[in-house]
């Protein structure tokens, strides 16, 4: 659990530079409406106002209906807030909440590696609240993800460290080795330094957490 939470803080403090990064590149030129939005979400999300960010990100999804960045975002914060909820209705509702934005966005972008890699953090948070019921049912769904936004965007270091760290995570529960893991974060660590997005508001973490596993486990 510790290890989840460790990951899902460095994934906020990443989205944090990500906007500081993108407000500065828009200072330059008058922000659309929709830059504005997301940079006001962002900030929210910064200050720990996750879900009057969520709802930011809402009402831009409502507005932007063929951009998946806005659902995804939304889907993200539902799911991050669900590995700390230990009420199984508020749980629930967060995480249909995040079901259904999910279905939103890939409406939007069918095949997208980072929506697969999001419908296996979802999985995940359902595991993380209670293995025994739903281990079995979503530890399967939550790998297949893992290996299809890899084989489509094999070159994206974010794919390669999601899949590495769900393989170290079996490979450790059944006291197998994880030397193959390591290389391939290694392999993610050199790819995330020349990583460009493919678009503004794109998630960009990962570096941090994949520099922290190799310190941690692959010594």
Do not use: H
């Amino acid at each position: 659990m510790q290890n989840v939470l460790t990951y899902l803080s460095i994934v906020l403090t990443a989205f944090f530079m990500q906007v500081e990064a993108q407000t500065t590149s828009t200072e330059v030129s008058e922000p659309t409406k929709y830059q504005q939005g997301m940079q006001k979400a962002f900030k929210l999300w910064q200050e720990d106002k996750s879900w009057e960010a969520a709802n930011m990100f809402e009402r831009i999804a409502t507005a932007e209906t063929d951009n998946w960045l806005p659902p995804y975002y939304v889907a993200q914060i539902n799911i991050i807030n669900s590995f700390t909820e230990k009420d199984a209705a508020k749980l629930k509702a967060q995480l249909d909440k995040a079901q259904n934005f999910i279905n939103d966005a890939t409406a939007i972008s069918k095949g997208n590696p980072e929506l697969l890699v999001l419908q296996a953090q979802l999985y995940t948070a359902w595991i993380v609240f209670d293995g025994q019921q739903y281990g079995m049912t979503y530890s399967p769904k939550a790998a297949a993800l893992y290996n299809q936004a890899l084989a489509i965007a094999p070159e994206n270091p974010r794919m390669i460290l999601a899949k590495a760290e769900w393989d170290i995570g079996s490979a450790k529960y059944f006291n197998q080795t994880i030397d193959t893991y390591c290389k391939d974060l290694q392999r993610a660590i050199e790819l995330f330094a020349t990583f460009k997005p493919e678009g503004e508001f794109y998630p960009t973490y990962g570096e941090e957490r994949a520099k922290q596993i190799v310190a941690e486990s692959c010594k």
